[in-house]
């Protein structure tokens, strides 16, 4: 699978996905990330990507120009979808994670400043959101979709079944609380039923523990 990440600050992502699990998917040949700095696709001197908003508004936003001419110069594959990161866009959750990871593409737009021209939305798939809150850009929101589509892949983790019982595996729910050793660390003890050796007691132990998410 291929991440396209259009960014004006493309080294943001350069230590995280050169680490750890995203390294190793990269190194596989499985997945593959791209960062590509909006100001490429700019035509003054300045290398402008943003401009003041008509009526007078504070602040400055990222022009369309610039976007859209990266978008048209990026390869593209069969299965794709481009996705813009917006506070006020739908929530990222884990059932859209899965969804992605079935494409063969994803362009990721990263907001900055005040935001972006609203004409932007008429050639993107998805606006979307990692919660109810603002940040200063949507490099952040970018690197968790990535992360969190991109550990769905096939043979990213090393074992598939890893999938199957964390949270939200399936939708809403939490997965039951793990220990390791020591048994008992500052009077906290793991649960006697774990260090039993009965699978069937294990087991049953861990479907009471998975709980429906509480609604907030």
Same mark, same amino acid.
């Given at each position: 699978m291929r991440f396209d990440i259009l960014t004006i600050f493309p080294r943001i992502f350069d230590s995280y996905i050169n680490e750890s699990i995203m390294k190793r998917a990269q190194d596989s040949g499985i997945i593959e990330i791209y960062s590509h700095d909006l100001r490429a696709w700019t035509t003054d $001197? +300045? +290398?402008s990507v943003d401009d003041t908003?008509? %009526?007078g508004n504070p602040g400055m936003i &990222?022009? =369309?120009e610039p976007i859209v001419r990266a978008l048209r110069? &990026?390869?593209v594959l069969h299965k794709k979808k481009i996705i813009l990161f917006d506070p006020a866009g739908a929530q990222f959750r884990q059932a859209r994670a899965r969804k992605y990871a079935k494409l063969d593409q994803l362009v990721l737009i990263c907001g900055r400043y005040e935001g972006f021209d609203e004409r932007v939305k008429e050639y993107v798939d998805d606006v979307i959101s990692i919660g109810p809150y603002v940040l200063s850009g949507g490099e952040l929101p970018a690197l968790i979709v990535v992360e969190a589509v %991109?550990? &769905?892949c096939e043979g =990213? &983790?090393?074992n598939i079944e890893s999938l199957a019982e964390e949270t939200y595996s399936t939708e809403g729910f =939490?997965?039951?609380p793990q220990y390791t050793r020591p048994e008992i660390f500052e009077g906290h003890a793991v649960p006697k039923v774990l260090m039993s050796g009965n699978h069937k007691a294990i087991t049953a132990w861990q479907k /009471? $523990? /998975?709980r429906k998410q509480s609604p907030r």
């Open positions: $001197k +300045h +290398h908003p008509y %009526g &990222l022009k =369309v110069a &990026l390869p %991109g550990r &769905l =990213v &983790l090393g =939490v997965e039951y /009471t $523990k /998975t």
